[in-house]
């Protein structure tokens, strides 16, 4: 459930790599309990501003607070705060279900006691205690996501960030996974998304669309389509990425 908390602050973040600007000064927060995308095309920067935020890289200059920790000096602290999942799924492929899972958990810190039940819990809301011995190889790909998603919460993050995780997924499949999110989200996890698909800003509480690095426009999906007078999230996209190239 979305709150006025404040858990990702984001003030003139600036990201450079030599003389190549990845972000441009960047400005903004998320709250408690908010589906927040993060949407462009490849290479817009949302990946460079996500590892930022999950304490993987370093800004070249700007605020950064997540989860109340300063990424600067506190990025061993704010990994323990977080869950991650990438595109990849980041699963073990020649490792069973219950091994990916009893893996994760105990990096996440979480005992034997608690990792038993967790991988309990998993299996059955999952509907994976037939597959629980297979190898993540052997699993359907709409399987292998579920499953990389309710492990990247299993030690029950206040955020978690999930970049492009619908990648290469049927339609029915990315709605039942939006329908995890949903989910956590009811439970008060942030979740934090990157994704290209225009047509998933629609189920997110607020977007923000990454143009060659800067944010373009951040609001609700109906503000936007209806300030740039679009019947569509990916009309919104093309009209601020011609009035971009036009500059």
Known sequence: MKTDKIVISVKNLIKDFGSFRANDRLNFDVYEGEVFGFLGANGAGKTTALKILCGLSRPTSGEVMVSGCNVYTQSNLIKQKIGYMSQKFTLYEDMTVTENISF???????????IKNKTMQLLSSLGLEGEAHKLIADLPLGWRQKLAFSIAIVHDPAIVFLDE??????PVTRRQFWK????????????????????????????SIMVDGRIAALDTPANLKEKYNASSMNEVFLGLARHTSNK
């Open 104 to 114: 994760y958990a105990g990096i996440y810190g979480l005992n034997f006691k608690q």
């Open 180 to 207: 995890m999110i949903y989910e956590a989200a009811a439970k008060g996890v942030t979740v934090f998304v990157t994704t290209h698909y225009m047509d998933e800003a629609e189920y997110c509480d607020r977007v």
């Open 165 to 170: 995780p619908t990648g290469g997924v049927d």
